[in-house]
């Protein structure tokens, strides 16, 4: 029949290659999926909510880390510059 193309084409899927992929819940289980795009591992997202406080927190800090701080710069005043004069001199 002349319409069995046109049949067939409306059952394919939107993208016809699959890829395989692991899918990683948050309790660690894991499922093997086929997905459009080439990714080898997903993990679902953590609700932080259901964290106990110490735990989210540590999460937090791990996710945003503080700024590092300011070095002090090193004087030259303690040194004494007539030990170091023989290295100036051709």
């Not at 002349?2 to 692991?22: D, E, F, T, V």
């Not at 927190?57 to 590092?68: E, G, V």
């Amino acid at each position: 029949n002349s319409n069995r193309a046109a049949i067939g084409h409306l059952q394919r899927q939107r993208y016809g290659r699959l890829y395989p992929l692991l899918l990683v819940s948050t309790d660690g289980s894991t499922v093997r999926l086929r997905y459009g795009e080439p990714k080898r591992i997903l993990m679902m997202p953590l609700d932080s909510n259901t964290l106990p406080e110490a735990e989210r927190k540590a999460r937090l800090r791990r996710q945003f880390p503080s700024k590092p701080k300011a070095k002090e710069e090193e004087t030259f005043e303690g040194i004494d510059l007539d030990t170091y004069k023989k290295f100036w001199k051709k």
